[in-house]
């Protein structure tokens, strides 16, 4: 994989950590992000400052739903062959307040991306991010990718799964080589301030209650970051073959261990030494009482092997919070 990679959101949270892996290898790294304020501007720019120590960054500030901009980028950097894209307006809970940059971004933006790969001549790979939320109201478990998706609880879901389908038929229509992935949950080091972790760190630093939706029953797929990225780029490199329902797979990526939030609250409050006090909630529109993985596709495919659990990586991001809120 000599040629440069494209990898959309790359000021964002799992977009900053698979440029940056990338560029730890050698490659050379075309980063696309709007840089817009859904949260801390200041957190992205301070993840490209990182990326930009790297002089096979080319780091391009344009939004993926812009057809001419985006053309533009493409065409100074051509030909691209790889694309890793994980731009989009994220946020459940967001989406029921302002719904509009979703379809923007998550459904033009993506539309942009498709057509561009589209008319590469040797393109080799779309690896693009989905959510777990797809599954919405399912209750068996673990959610299983050979099950339905066709009951999103949220706009937010709803655009996801809809780049599900934009992708199947792409393929159908064009033979374009293009993985879908699943993410469950994703924490770690330069995440989200939007994300449950740092808004409970963020308040029990300071003294102030955390709102514990569901009255602290929900259990998630935590999944750490560094997990994530691995199984990313080796999708990236398992190229799909095959008749129709291979050449469009999509995967969940997971921590295949399902935790109560309740265990996750304790093990921030050991690693940040804090007794938090709870402000319990009932459940919110558009969130899902809990979501378990199963990745054995993905560990068959591509070999994909998550091994970081809460325990070990909530320390981690305590640490990392502390040290870059100079705490």
């Known amino acids: 994989m000599t040629l440069p990679v494209m990898v959309t959101g790359a000021a964002g949270f799992i977009g900053f950590h698979t440029a940056l892996s990338l560029l730890k290898q050698g490659k050379t790294v075309v980063g696309v992000d709007n840089m817009n304020p859904y949260y801390s501007v200041t957190l992205k720019k301070d993840r490209l400052k990182l990326l930009q120590a790297y002089p096979d960054f080319h780091f391009h500030e344009v939004d993926i739903s812009d057809r001419e901009s985006m053309n533009d980028v493409w065409q100074a950097h051509a030909p691209i062959h790889y694309v890793i894209h994980l731009a989009a307006q994220a946020g459940v809970r967001y989406s029921l307040v302002d719904p509009y940059p979703y379809i923007t971004s998550n459904i033009m933006g993506f539309m942009v991306i498709l057509e561009l ?12 991010a989905s959510t777990s939320s797809v599954y919405g109201t399912n209750k068996e478990m673990p959610f299983s990718e050979t099950q339905r998706a066709d ?5 937010y879901a709803a655009t996801k799964r809809s780049n599900e389908l934009m992708a199947q038929s792409y393929h159908y229509l064009y033979n374009l080589p293009v993985t879908g992935l699943r993410f469950f949950t994703v924490y770690g080091p330069w995440g989200r301030p939007d994300m449950s972790a740092f808004k409970f760190m963020k308040a029990m630093l300071s003294g102030e209650p955390i709102d514990v939706y569901n009255h602290g029953k929900m ?25 129709n329902e291979q050449m469009h797979p999509v995967y ?59 325990h070990e990586g909530i320390p981690r991001l305590v640490s990392w919070y502390k040290d870059y809120n100079k705490l």
């Not at 259990?219 to 008749?243: E, N, S």
């Not at 265990?263 to 409050?269: A, P």
């Not at 050991?270 to 993985?293: C, H």
């Open 117 to 128: 790969c589209r008319y590469q001549p040797g393109f080799q790979h779309l690896v693009y």
């Open 252 to 310: 969940n990526l997971g921590n295949h261990h399902s935790e109560s939030l309740m265990d996750f609250i304790e093990i921030l409050e050991k690693s940040l030494n804090i007794n938090a006090v709870k402000n319990f909630l009932p459940m919110q529109d558009g969130d899902v009482p809990a979501t378990s993985a199963d990745i054995s596709a993905a560990a068959r495919d591509f070999g994909y092997a998550p091994s970081t659990r809460i």
């Open 219 to 243: 259990a998630r797929d935590y999944t750490y970051i560094d997990d994530i990225v691995r199984g990313i780029l080796a999708a990236l490199t398992h190229q799909p073959k095959g008749g």
């Open 151 to 155: 009951s999103p609880m949220s706009l």
